[in-house]
């Protein structure tokens, strides 16, 4: 089987910080990046808040902001990164895995978020 995305994912295990609506907040633990997006755990509480709908969603689901500080990369900082939730899989009665298309990643911040995507490709996701 070949990779057929234009933007391949790497592996990564990484705490985030996710704001959805009405600025509220959600630890969870990324689970893999591209240049165009992450893959986020979540708990039950969070995807409820991120994803009322369900599977199901719409171009009207809020913008949320992913913010990550990769292990040991103190020099990279921490981003802030914009993007849409663009699916929502439960994975067991309390953990779901959504996926957030970052918005316009080919504004400034396509440098930082290749560096990201460059440390999990090199560290194996750690």
Known sequence: MSEQRLSPRFFCRWPVEIVGPEDRRF???????SVTGMAML??????????PTG????P???????????PG????????????????RRLSQDQYLIGVRF???????????TVLVEQAMSSGGR
């Open 27 to 33: 630890h969870a633990q990324a689970a893999d990046i």
């Open 42 to 51: 979540v708990d039950r509480a969070a995807a409820a808040c991120l994803a």
């Open 55 to 58: 599977g199901v969603l719409s």
């Open 60 to 70: 009207r689901v809020p913008p949320v902001s992913v913010s990550v500080q990769v």
């Open 73 to 88: 990369q103190a020099k990279v900082g921490k981003l802030c990164l914009q993007g849409r939730i663009r699916h929502i």
């Open 103 to 113: 918005t316009d990643p080919d504004a400034p911040r396509l440098p930082e978020i």
